[in-house]
């Protein structure tokens, strides 16, 4: 949001991670046609390290600012009124889609675009209303640089466990069973991890949120838990090789007429 037009953009994220946070701050530098002077982040760990003696940028975040040629500013710790204005239009947008959602009759939309298209509107709306002091603040921005920063983080190395499976920011991941033992490279942006072998993408997945989950894709192991169907009772991921109802079904099916060993080897 702008200050002195109020003017917001307004972005999809699904956590508060570095790439989500460049995402959002790009989107609204290229939608006002510039940079303003500074730009103001609260305590978020993703431009701030809370933790260190000095209270200190974290080297993407302002690496992000370097680019713009922006200048940096971070509140203090519990002192949100020193980002009164957003915090206020904030709370000002959340009532604004809550009418609309109350308007429109109903919660459910049947894509992620659609329900974006929604926010949109509601956010282009109030954009309207401040056109006049917009045009006066786009007077002080800044030019934006020839392109926008790629801010996706990109790990390299990565071995691949006998379980094929790999460990990406304490979240772990399933892939092909023929790439146990070797080391793939992986591309994180604020949603999606690519996977890839040299110059080869092996796949691209969704970007897990939080921390400990796992993403496993039943068809990366299966072929392992075939060779060995006595390790298929005790294996952590389990509950990912029922993909879905139709599968949970036939393996209960195979329970009540089989031994759970031989249930087991008949479901894999």
């Known amino acids: 949001m702008l200050t002195y037009s109020n003017v917001e953009s307004v972005s999809l994220c699904f956590s508060e991670s570095f790439e989500a946070l460049s995402d959002g701050i790009q989107n609204a530098f290229w939608e006002f046609g510039g940079v303003p002077a500074q730009h103001r982040t609260d305590s978020l760990s993703a431009a701030v390290r809370n933790h260190s003696d000095r209270t200190t940028l974290t080297t993407r975040y302002a690496a992000l600012m370097d680019h713009y040629g922006c200048a940096p500013q971070k509140t203090n710790a519990r002192c949100a009124n020193e980002n009164g204005d957003v915090e206020s239009q904030n709370g000002h947008l959340k009532d604004r889609i809550e009418q609309a959602l109350l308007l429109r009759g109903t919660r459910d939309f049947d894509s992620r675009d659609e329900y974006m298209a929604f926010v949109q509107g509601i956010v282009d709306q109030a954009n309207a209303g401040r056109s006049r002091r917009f045009a006066e603040e786009q007077q002080s921005l800044g030019p934006l640089p020839d392109h926008r920063l790629d801010t996706d983080d990109v790990l390299k190395g990565i071995r691949v466990s006998k379980s094929s499976t790999i460990n990406i920011r304490a979240n772990t991941y399933s892939v092909p069973s023929r790439l146990i033992g070797t080391k793939v490279d992986a591309r994180i942006s604020a949603e999606t991890i690519t996977v ?71 479901y894999l």
């Not at 080869?200 to 997945?205: A, D, F, H, L, S």
């Not at 990366?220 to 060995?228: A, G, M, T």
């Not at 389990?238 to 759970?260: N, Q, V």
């Open 196 to 266: 890839m072998r040299g110059d080869t993408v092996i796949q691209t997945m969704d970007r897990l949120v939080g921390k400990q989950a796992a993403s496993i894709n039943y068809r990366h192991v299966i072929e392992s838990l075939v060779r060995k169907p006595g390790a298929f009772s005790d294996y952590r991921y389990r509950e990912e090789m029922f993909p879905s109802s139709h599968f949970r079904f036939a393996y209960d099916g195979l329970r009540s007429r089989h031994s759970e060993a031989i249930a087991d080897k008949i």
